[in-house]
């Protein structure tokens, strides 16, 4: 036995908070009984690491993993009544995949919905089965992310603070299903045609232009890009990496996907270097059947990597307020 732990464990208790089920829990039904009685400490353990990794307990498919959300009792953030852009599947009601987005593609580090006024506070992913290679979801404090551009660059996070993010995206007629952004404009907006998408638009204050083949290019209002948590630290709370990195320009009016609020573009070098600063900050771990994350959205970004392989990669998502 090692005296010292492994650089890994350290490691693992600095980015999460595993618990693991060495109490012999053996059913979904005395799961939840536990989860019951610990509510309050898992919710301190989430306040402070922001991520907690539940670790061998009895959940093997979406209705168990349902039931592990539901003891909770947070209050549920339905995909069906969110902005989200990506295109997923429900197997339960409050149970989906978290996006189907095919498998070379790289999801950037994000805030779940940041960039749209509702998103939801708590996402819970339960890993139904592995990927032969890659698919791991990176995990990235934005507290800490906060505190790192502070130190490197103060003047640029002032321009985020002052200005916000505005942000532009394409949404397909109909889904599509080649982009982690695919959702189709009819779903996203949860309208049937296009009047009743301006009317949504214009009440959500945003701006858009129809596009050829009726896709359609939508600016949103403006966001703020720091959020202030709830124990006083600020976390760069935005969609600058994923939507840089990973949202696809408008063809049309070549319009960056994240400009700041008053339509200023933020630079390439600033960019580079908040993608390279959360870089240096996010944890990876590989996933292992069943593992159970629970992610404090305020506080922690998450993102997929590219899977290879012939076994199918299966990552739920629950959300929750
Ligand atoms: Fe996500």
């Known amino acids: 036995m090692p005296l010292i732990p492994s650089f890994q464990s350290m490691i693992d208790n600095f980015f999460l908070k595993e618990l693991k089920n060495d109490k012999g829990l053996e059913s979904v039904d005395s799961t939840q009984a536990w989860i019951n009685k610990n509510k309050v400490s898992i919710e301190n353990f989430l306040e402070e690491h922001g991520v907690i990794l539940f670790s061998d307990f009895p959940v093997k498919n979406a209705e168990n993993f349902d039931h592990f959300v539901t003891a909770f009792n947070f209050e549920t953030f339905t995909y069906e009544k969110s902005l989200s852009n990506a295109v997923r599947i429900n197997k339960t009601d409050k149970v989906f995949t978290a996006n189907e987005a095919p498998k070379e593609i790289e999801i950037f580090l994000h805030h779940e919905m940041a960039q749209t006024p509702i998103y939801p506070h708590r996402i819970f992913f339960f890993c139904k089965s592995t990927s032969e290679k890659g698919g791991e979801t990176p995990l990235c404090r934005s507290d800490h992310l906060y505190d790192a551009i502070y130190r490197e660059n103060e003047s640029l996070l002032k321009n985020f603070e002052k200005y916000g993010v505005i942000y532009n995206s394409i949404m397909s007629d109909g889904d599509e299903l080649v982009s982690g952004q695919g959702r189709s404009w009819q779903k996203t907006l949860g309208v049937k045609n296009k009047n009743e998408a301006e009317i949504k638009l214009a009440q959500l204050g945003y701006e858009w232009t129809w596009m050829q083949g009726n896709n359609l290019s939508v600016t949103t209002c403006t966001f703020e890009a720091i959020k202030t948590l709830k ?64 992610i404090d959205n305020f506080r922690v970004m998450h993102g997929r990597k590219p899977f290879s392989g012939s076994k199918a990669r299966e990552v739920l998502v629950s959300l929750t307020n």
């Open 231 to 294: 124990d006083g630290s600020k976390s760069f709370f935005n969609q600058v990496i994923a939507a840089s990195l990973g949202w696809k320009k408008s063809s049309e009016n070549e319009v960056s996907p994240v400009r700041y609020g008053n339509g200023d573009e933020i630079d390439l070098s600033a960019i580079e270097l908040i993608a390279e600063l959360a870089n240096s900050l996010t944890f990876l771990r590989s996933w292992e059947e069943n593992d159970i994350l629970l």
